[in-house]
């Protein structure tokens, strides 16, 4: 058991009757009244995300997990097959569970968060950032803007991003996963 000190982000709790992982937390001391500690919880058998509060000094039932490196095969529907790094198991997840399965290619290697009580994969954290190649943009048109113009760009693997009006077809751009958003050209 561990209380509402012990929240940070990635704790995977039991709440009920499910499994949520913390997104967000916030402790609050109001001038007037208990503290409290204000949540943002991702469920892990649907997706769906729920704002919560506990009160302080509150139990919470913490869940043992484990995190486990595995690389991105390959998708099969709304499947996506993965490989464990050291013993080359394989497992299959559904897209519910990836935060932004339209940014994983291929080889791309993720770390899972598996439940030590049952191996039960619970979620994947992507990589803070991924290289992904433009695959079709607008070419920019120079002079029609003030500042910061965007334009739509479709990567490699799909996914569409926007893009400043300078990116062209086959530039390489690094793209910040928990946002979805264009972070910089990649030179090689």
Known sequence: MATTSDIRNGLCIRHNNDIFKVVEFLHVKPGKG?????????????????DNTFPA?????????????????YPEGDDFHFMNTQDYNQITLQ??????????????????????????PL???????VILEI???????KGNTATNATKPATVETGAT?????????????????????????VKE
């Open 34 to 50: 208990p503290a409290f500690v204000r949540t943002k919880l991702k469920s892990l058998s649907t997706g769906k995300v729920l």
């Open 57 to 73: 000094g509150r139990k919470i039932e913490d869940i043992r997990v484990e995190t486990q490196k595995f690389q991105y095969l």
């Open 95 to 120: 897209k519910n569970v990836l935060d932004a399965p339209e940014l994983l290619k291929e080889g791309e290697v993720v770390t899972i968060i598996v439940n030590t009580e049952d191996d039960m």
């Open 123 to 129: 979620s994947v954290d992507m990589p803070l950032s």
């Open 135 to 141: 695959t079709h943009t607008e070419p920019g048109v």
């Open 161 to 185: 991003i926007n893009v400043p009006l300078f990116i062209n077809e086959g530039d390489k751009v690094k793209i910040d996963t928990a946002k979805s958003a264009y972070l910089e050209r």
